[in-house]
């Protein structure tokens, strides 16, 4: 089977330098560590309460960094490009007991970059529109609450990175 979905994808400028912004954005999430799982098919309780304990804004952690700017390095080109795979396995379990499907997206994906202008920007695919695909309420409506919460964290970052920016001039 083959269909072709919609999804809609956010492109943002923000007012902070790259470096500043990546700084605060990398501070506001939790880590997420494989030991956070252990133990988790006999004490999913206490699995549950370390990952709850390793949250970050908006309840969300950071899974990887991958310093796409850096493999730039390759063609002689270095750039300032990050993709940060983040999200909360406790969030993604509530969509996939209703859809496992829904793991094909959780964790989400966000880039950060430099572009040619020096402006920092910001990239994702909005997850209510990755998740809506699947066509049940339950999975859309966490969909949309990862909106917020993407939003507010990208919100959040920005706000401190240009706080500590207008506080050095």
Do not use: C, W
Request: hydrophobic fraction near 40%; avoid cysteine.
């Amino acid at each position: 089977m083959e269909r072709k979905i919609e999804v809609r994808h956010i492109s943002l400028e923000v007012k902070a330098g790259f470096e500043r912004f990546t700084q605060k954005f990398e501070e506001s999430l939790g880590r997420f560590e494989p030991a956070l799982l252990k133990g988790i098919g006999t004490d999913p309780a206490a699995a549950e309460q370390r990952l709850k304990a390793a949250e970050g804004e908006e309840g969300l952690m950071l899974f990887n960094i991958q310093d796409h700017g850096a493999l730039l390095n390759i063609y002689g080109t270095p750039g300032k490009a990050r993709q940060y795979v983040l999200g909360n396995p406790l969030i993604a379990a509530t969509m996939t007991r209703h859809d496992i499907r829904a793991a094909l997206y959780a964790p989400l994906r966000v880039l950060v970059y430099e572009a040619a202008d020096h402006t920092t920007r910001v990239e994702f695919d909005q997850p209510s529109s990755l998740f809506g695909q699947f066509d049940n309420p339950e999975v859309t409506a966490v969909g949309q609450s990862l909106d917020s919460k993407l939003a507010n964290l990208i919100r959040i970052a920005a706000t401190g990175a240009e706080k500590a920016q207008s506080n050095r001039a």
